[in-house]
């Protein structure tokens, strides 16, 4: 019994992230944060919705930002979605978002999943939220 006690703190502790591994993932989310506000700067924000507008759909261009997707219909109008987390792989120039949505549009509690372009293998996924707007004011 004292042994399995053991195993289980030794196993515990190797999952604690050291000091520099926590400074390098709070400098990486800062840069993150700061990359998305460099994003929407100069746009204003909307009322969130549960869906895109199926008008916005087809020519969606997405980046993602840590745990938020920004999602490009034009100049003057993006969606931002903070995601529930587990798609940020898609910061990869090699990993690509792809969505399965039952009714035709993007939703809230939808589904994404990252995967590598070359591979085809998962790298992670994450559940849509809200979609605010973002637009450039006339």
């Known amino acids: 019994m004292r042994i399995w006690f053991i195993a289980g ?7 604690a992230a ?10 990486d989310a ?3 944060q700061a990359k998305l506000e460099r994003e929407l700067a100069g746009l204003t924000p909307g009322e969130p919705s549960n869906c895109l507008p199926t ?13 938020t997707i920004v999602f490009t219909a034009s100049r003057d109008l993006k969606f931002r979605n903070d995601t529930t ?7 990869n120039d090699r990993a690509s978002l792809v ?11 939808d589904i994404v999943q990252v995967v590598d372009q070359i591979t085809r293998i998962p790298l992670g996924n994450c559940a849509l939220g809200d979609f605010t707007p973002y637009r450039r004011a006339p």
């Open 85 to 91: 987390g587990g798609c940020e792989a898609a910061q």
């Open 99 to 109: 969505t399965s949505t039952p009714n035709g549009r993007l939703c809230r509690g």
């Open 30 to 32: 800062a840069d993150q």
């Open 55 to 67: 008008t916005s759909r087809p020519a969606l261009n997405s980046d993602v930002y840590g745990g």
């Open 18 to 27: 050291t000091p520099q591994e926590a400074a390098r993932a709070a400098a």
């Open 9 to 15: 703190l030794t196993a515990l502790a190797s999952c």
